[in-house]
C-alpha cells in the first residue's frame, strides 16, 4: 500500500495519522531497522584498524599537540 491508497477514503485525520504512524502500513519502520542493522553490521573499528594494518599505524601520530613544557612556579 502506497501513499495515494491510504489517502483514498473517507476517514478521518487523526485515523489515517494513527494508522500510518502506529499501523505502518508502508513498512518504514522495518526498512529503517534492516538500513540500520547493515549500517551498524559495516562499521569498522578505526583504532583496531589502524593497529591491525602497519601501513596504517605509520601514519598515526600519538598527539596533534605538541607536548607541555613543564612550567615553574613559585612558592613563597
Given at each position: 500500500?502506497?501513499?495515494?491508497?491510504?489517502?483514498?477514503?473517507d476517514r478521518d485525520e487523526a485515523a489515517l495519522i494513527s494508522d500510518v504512524v502506529i499501523a505502518d502500513p508502508l513498512g518504514l519502520a522495518a526498512e529503517r531497522e534492516r538500513a540500520l542493522a547493515a549500517h551498524v553490521d559495516?562499521?569498522?573499528?578505526?583504532?583496531?584498524?589502524?593497529?591491525?594494518?602497519?601501513?596504517?599505524?605509520?601514519?598515526?601520530?600519538?598527539?596533534?599537540m605538541p607536548p607541555r613544557k613543564p612550567?615553574?612556579?613559585?612558592?613563597?
Open positions: 500500500m502506497r501513499i495515494p491508497q491510504i489517502l483514498d477514503g559495516s562499521d569498522e573499528n578505526d583504532w583496531a584498524a589502524s593497529l591491525a594494518d602497519p601501513k596504517r599505524l605509520g601514519r598515526s601520530v600519538p598527539s596533534s612550567t615553574q612556579t613559585s612558592r613563597s
